[in-house]
């Protein structure tokens, strides 16, 4: 069987179905708390920053953010991203887990899209994987705010461009690739907040995956900022 039909089983497969070929657990949209829940259950621990003045308190985009420390593969939702090579084809880090979670089709569809421009984002089928579709980006190597911007930018637009309302990021550029992580998180939450603001309605959830504590602990101090509740 080819790759497209592979792709278009796995698409129009039932959920129960689904969940069945993932050999780990599968997590859904509803397991993972929102900004505004997240805070609300966790403030007395969570370290206050003075970092909102110059941020508007708006209490629907932060129903619209999650962070969830975990792995991306197991997230049952439209799309995950892949922080991926140029050549799209696999890797190490999160790259090579999704690869082998979604299994060989996965590579098979990567191959024809002929890679990937740093900055650039592509979209194939999630095949194995608990969600839909994969976005594959590639970051830069280094601190380079203009392109990693144009990562979480264009793998916004192919969400939804492609009718995508819940979508997850790893953060892209920060392991290997050398990219420091609070500098990171910072384009990544300005970003995907200005994403937001002018697309209220099109998506319903981001979910920032993050793997270490010390991203934990970073995303939850700059969350005040740019998605401040109080």
């Known amino acids: 069987m080819s790759f497209e039909e592979e792709k278009k089983k796995f698409l129009n497969m039932p959920v129960e179905e689904k969940r069945a070929l993932y050999k780990g657990q599968v997590i859904t949209l509803d397991q993972i708390p929102t900004w505004s829940e997240y805070w609300n259950e966790n403030k007395s621990t969570i370290a206050i920053k003075d970092l909102k003045k110059t941020e508007e308190i708006d209490e629907d985009l932060a129903t619209k953010i999650s962070i969830w420390q975990g792995d991306i593969t197991s997230l049952e939702i439209d799309a995950i991203v892949n922080a991926a090579n140029s050549s799209l084809l696999g890797g190490g880090g999160v790259d090579g887990a999704i690869h082998r979670a979604a299994g060989s089709n996965l590579k098979k569809e990567c191959a024809t899209l ?29 601190e ?18 492609n009718n995508l309302r819940t979508i997850a990021f790893p953060c892209i550029s920060t392991g290997i690739y050398g990219y420091p992580q609070k500098p990171a998180a910072k384009v990544a939450l300005s970003t995907v907040k200005k994403f937001l603001l002018k697309n209220k309605d099109v998506m319903d959830r981001v979910i920032f995956c993050l793997f270490l504590k010390t991203d934990k602990d970073i995303y939850e101090e700059l969350l005040q900022k740019y998605f401040a509740l109080e």
């Open 114 to 142: 002929r890679g990937c421009r740093v900055g650039e984002a592509k979209i194939t089928g999630g095949y194995m994987l608990p969600a839909k579709y994969v976005v594959h980006t590639v970051g830069p190597q280094g």
């Open 144 to 161: 380079k705010p203009d392109k990693l911007k144009e990562c979480y930018e264009n793998s916004l637009a192919l969400a939804k461009e």
